[in-house]
Protein backbone atom coordinates (compact mmCIF):
# COMPACT_ATOMS: atom_id res chain seq x y z
CA UNK A 1 0.00 0.00 0.00
CA UNK A 2 1.14 3.62 -0.64
CA UNK A 3 1.27 6.03 2.07
CA UNK A 4 2.07 9.74 2.30
CA UNK A 5 3.42 10.94 5.06
CA UNK A 6 4.20 15.10 6.18
CA UNK A 7 7.33 14.67 8.72
CA UNK A 8 8.34 14.97 11.55
CA UNK A 9 7.09 11.34 12.41
CA UNK A 10 4.95 11.10 15.52
CA UNK A 11 3.90 8.23 17.27
CA UNK A 12 0.48 8.37 15.64
CA UNK A 13 2.02 8.11 12.30
CA UNK A 14 4.37 5.75 13.13
CA UNK A 15 1.12 3.47 14.22
CA UNK A 16 -0.34 3.34 10.52
CA UNK A 17 2.55 2.01 8.93
CA UNK A 18 2.89 -1.97 8.30
CA UNK A 19 5.21 -4.05 6.84
CA UNK A 20 5.21 -3.58 3.16
CA UNK A 21 3.84 -0.30 2.36
CA UNK A 22 5.70 2.81 0.06
CA UNK A 23 6.04 5.33 1.94
CA UNK A 24 6.48 8.58 0.25
CA UNK A 25 7.81 11.14 3.12
CA UNK A 26 7.88 14.94 2.92
CA UNK A 27 9.90 17.38 5.16
CA UNK A 28 13.19 17.26 6.39
CA UNK A 29 15.07 13.88 6.84
CA UNK A 30 18.72 14.13 8.50
CA UNK A 31 21.07 12.38 7.19
CA UNK A 32 23.89 10.54 9.23
CA UNK A 33 26.19 7.26 8.93
CA UNK A 34 28.59 5.52 11.76
CA UNK A 35 30.89 8.13 12.28
CA UNK A 36 28.16 11.08 13.08
CA UNK A 37 26.29 8.41 15.43
CA UNK A 38 28.69 7.72 17.24
CA UNK A 39 29.75 11.43 17.78
CA UNK A 40 26.40 12.32 18.92
CA UNK A 41 25.92 9.54 21.16
CA UNK A 42 28.87 10.44 23.00
CA UNK A 43 27.73 13.90 22.66
CA UNK A 44 24.43 12.56 24.71
CA UNK A 45 26.52 10.78 27.08
CA UNK A 46 28.04 13.98 28.39
CA UNK A 47 25.01 15.69 28.79
CA UNK A 48 25.57 17.71 25.25
CA UNK A 49 22.51 18.85 23.12
CA UNK A 50 23.34 16.75 19.28
CA UNK A 51 22.81 19.29 16.21
CA UNK A 52 19.38 18.92 15.77
CA UNK A 53 15.82 18.06 17.60
CA UNK A 54 16.09 14.45 17.55
CA UNK A 55 11.96 14.11 18.67
CA UNK A 56 10.19 12.40 16.20
CA UNK A 57 13.06 12.86 13.63
CA UNK A 58 13.81 10.32 10.65
CA UNK A 59 17.20 9.66 9.69
CA UNK A 60 18.49 8.58 6.62
CA UNK A 61 21.78 6.25 6.71
CA UNK A 62 23.82 7.88 4.06
CA UNK A 63 26.98 9.12 4.16
CA UNK A 64 28.01 12.70 2.29
CA UNK A 65 26.47 13.70 -0.83
CA UNK A 66 28.59 16.71 -1.85
CA UNK A 67 26.76 17.68 -5.53
CA UNK A 68 28.58 18.08 -8.89
CA UNK A 69 27.70 20.78 -11.02
CA UNK A 70 24.61 21.04 -12.72
CA UNK A 71 23.15 18.57 -9.90
CA UNK A 72 20.92 19.21 -6.85
CA UNK A 73 22.50 16.43 -4.80
CA UNK A 74 24.97 13.31 -4.97
CA UNK A 75 25.18 10.07 -5.01
CA UNK A 76 22.68 9.32 -2.29
CA UNK A 77 22.25 5.44 -1.52
CA UNK A 78 21.47 3.98 1.95
CA UNK A 79 24.43 2.47 3.55
CA UNK A 80 24.23 -1.21 6.13
CA UNK A 81 21.72 -0.20 8.71
CA UNK A 82 23.65 -2.53 10.96
CA UNK A 83 26.67 0.38 10.86
CA UNK A 84 24.39 2.01 13.57
CA UNK A 85 23.35 -0.97 15.25
CA UNK A 86 25.26 0.52 18.43
CA UNK A 87 23.78 3.61 18.50
CA UNK A 88 20.45 3.54 17.08
CA UNK A 89 19.02 2.33 20.56
CA UNK A 90 20.40 5.72 22.33
CA UNK A 91 18.97 7.71 19.39
CA UNK A 92 15.82 5.91 20.07
CA UNK A 93 15.68 6.82 23.71
CA UNK A 94 15.74 10.61 23.05
CA UNK A 95 13.04 10.40 20.25
CA UNK A 96 14.38 9.61 16.93
CA UNK A 97 11.70 7.16 15.51
CA UNK A 98 12.37 6.97 12.04
CA UNK A 99 15.45 4.90 9.95
CA UNK A 100 16.69 4.79 6.24
CA UNK A 101 18.88 2.39 5.43
CA UNK A 102 19.07 -1.38 4.12
CA UNK A 103 19.70 -4.62 5.69
CA UNK A 104 19.39 -6.54 8.93
CA UNK A 105 19.37 -4.96 12.47
CA UNK A 106 19.59 -6.69 15.16
CA UNK A 107 17.62 -8.04 18.35
CA UNK A 108 19.23 -5.40 20.79
CA UNK A 109 17.72 -2.77 18.17
CA UNK A 110 14.74 -4.54 16.95
CA UNK A 111 13.73 -4.29 20.89
CA UNK A 112 13.95 -0.70 21.11
CA UNK A 113 12.07 -0.26 18.22
CA UNK A 114 9.04 -2.12 19.76
CA UNK A 115 10.04 -0.16 23.30
CA UNK A 116 9.89 2.99 21.45
CA UNK A 117 7.45 2.88 18.37
CA UNK A 118 10.05 3.09 15.58
CA UNK A 119 9.96 2.35 12.36
CA UNK A 120 12.65 1.29 10.02
CA UNK A 121 12.14 1.87 6.33
CA UNK A 122 14.21 -0.05 3.29
CA UNK A 123 15.22 2.31 0.01
CA UNK A 124 16.12 5.48 -1.73
CA UNK A 125 15.95 9.11 -1.16
CA UNK A 126 14.24 10.07 -4.66
CA UNK A 127 13.55 13.58 -5.54
CA UNK A 128 12.07 14.59 -8.91
CA UNK A 129 15.50 14.24 -10.33
CA UNK A 130 16.23 10.96 -9.70
CA UNK A 131 12.35 10.03 -10.57
CA UNK A 132 13.25 11.31 -13.96
CA UNK A 133 16.20 9.16 -14.55
CA UNK A 134 14.65 6.03 -13.55
CA UNK A 135 12.22 6.48 -15.99
CA UNK A 136 14.24 7.24 -18.87
CA UNK A 137 17.04 4.74 -18.02
CA UNK A 138 19.63 7.06 -17.25
CA UNK A 139 19.85 5.52 -13.57
CA UNK A 140 21.19 2.19 -14.61
CA UNK A 141 22.96 3.53 -17.03
CA UNK A 142 25.02 5.77 -14.58
CA UNK A 143 25.10 2.79 -12.62
CA UNK A 144 26.45 0.69 -15.18
CA UNK A 145 29.06 2.78 -15.66
CA UNK A 146 30.11 3.59 -11.90
CA UNK A 147 30.78 -0.55 -12.29
CA UNK A 148 32.97 0.07 -14.79
CA UNK A 149 34.98 2.21 -13.16
CA UNK A 150 35.31 0.06 -10.36
CA UNK A 151 36.54 -2.69 -12.00
CA UNK A 152 39.58 -0.31 -12.95
CA UNK A 153 40.43 0.56 -9.24
CA UNK A 154 39.91 -3.05 -8.88
CA UNK A 155 42.64 -4.48 -11.51
CA UNK A 156 45.09 -1.55 -10.24
CA UNK A 157 44.69 -2.68 -6.52
CA UNK A 158 45.54 -6.28 -8.05
CA UNK A 159 48.33 -5.45 -10.40
CA UNK A 160 50.11 -3.56 -7.00
CA UNK A 161 49.68 -6.95 -4.85
CA UNK A 162 47.15 -5.29 -2.50
CA UNK A 163 45.03 -8.61 -1.03
CA UNK A 164 41.68 -8.16 -1.37
CA UNK A 165 38.99 -8.91 2.06
CA UNK A 166 36.05 -10.32 -0.82
CA UNK A 167 35.76 -10.38 -4.04
CA UNK A 168 33.22 -8.19 -5.48
CA UNK A 169 31.95 -7.99 -9.24
CA UNK A 170 30.36 -4.47 -7.62
CA UNK A 171 30.94 -0.65 -7.42
CA UNK A 172 32.65 -1.49 -3.74
CA UNK A 173 35.63 -2.96 -3.55
CA UNK A 174 37.27 -3.96 -0.63
CA UNK A 175 41.13 -4.31 -0.06
CA UNK A 176 43.61 -4.55 3.17
CA UNK A 177 45.86 -1.33 2.91
CA UNK A 178 49.42 -1.65 5.39
CA UNK A 179 48.92 1.49 7.72
CA UNK A 180 51.68 3.35 5.63
CA UNK A 181 49.01 2.87 2.42
CA UNK A 182 46.25 3.62 4.41
CA UNK A 183 48.03 6.90 5.20
CA UNK A 184 48.84 7.64 1.92
CA UNK A 185 46.02 7.23 0.22
CA UNK A 186 43.84 8.95 2.81
CA UNK A 187 45.84 12.33 1.70
CA UNK A 188 43.86 12.48 -0.97
CA UNK A 189 40.55 10.51 -0.96
CA UNK A 190 37.68 9.57 1.28
CA UNK A 191 37.43 5.65 1.81
CA UNK A 192 35.60 4.16 4.91
CA UNK A 193 38.04 2.06 7.21
CA UNK A 194 36.37 -1.52 8.57
CA UNK A 195 38.49 -4.27 10.25
CA UNK A 196 41.60 -4.74 11.13
CA UNK A 197 43.09 -7.85 10.01
CA UNK A 198 46.67 -9.27 11.00
CA UNK A 199 47.47 -8.04 6.72
CA UNK A 200 46.13 -4.39 7.90
CA UNK A 201 43.24 -2.52 7.70
CA UNK A 202 39.95 -2.84 5.63
CA UNK A 203 39.25 -0.45 3.28
CA UNK A 204 36.39 0.43 1.00
CA UNK A 205 36.56 2.11 -1.78
CA UNK A 206 33.49 2.97 -3.67
CA UNK A 207 32.35 4.71 -7.17
CA UNK A 208 29.27 5.99 -7.64
CA UNK A 209 27.22 7.57 -10.84
CA UNK A 210 28.79 10.85 -10.09
CA UNK A 211 32.63 9.36 -10.03
CA UNK A 212 34.42 10.92 -13.09
CA UNK A 213 37.02 8.91 -14.99
CA UNK A 214 39.16 11.92 -14.10
CA UNK A 215 39.15 11.44 -10.91
CA UNK A 216 39.62 7.37 -11.10
CA UNK A 217 42.28 7.64 -12.95
CA UNK A 218 44.38 10.11 -10.14
CA UNK A 219 43.47 7.45 -7.83
CA UNK A 220 44.72 4.58 -10.13
CA UNK A 221 48.05 6.41 -10.64
CA UNK A 222 48.55 7.33 -6.34
CA UNK A 223 47.80 3.28 -6.55
CA UNK A 224 50.93 2.54 -8.99
CA UNK A 225 52.90 4.60 -6.83
CA UNK A 226 52.36 2.68 -3.13
Known amino acids: MEKRITLPLTAELAKTLHAGDRVLLTGTIYTSRDAGHKRMCEALARGEKIP ?4 DATIYYVGPTPA ?19 YAPTMMSVGARGMIGKGRRNAAVIASMKQHGAVLAKGWL ?46 QQFVILTPQQRKTLARGYYFEEGAATPRGTVARFCTSWATTQAEVDALLDDIAGL
Open 68 to 86: KPGHVIGSAGPTTSGRMDA
Open 52 to 55: FDPT
Open 126 to 171: MGLQFALMLENGEYFERTRRADELAMQIKRAFAAKGIPFWVDSPTN
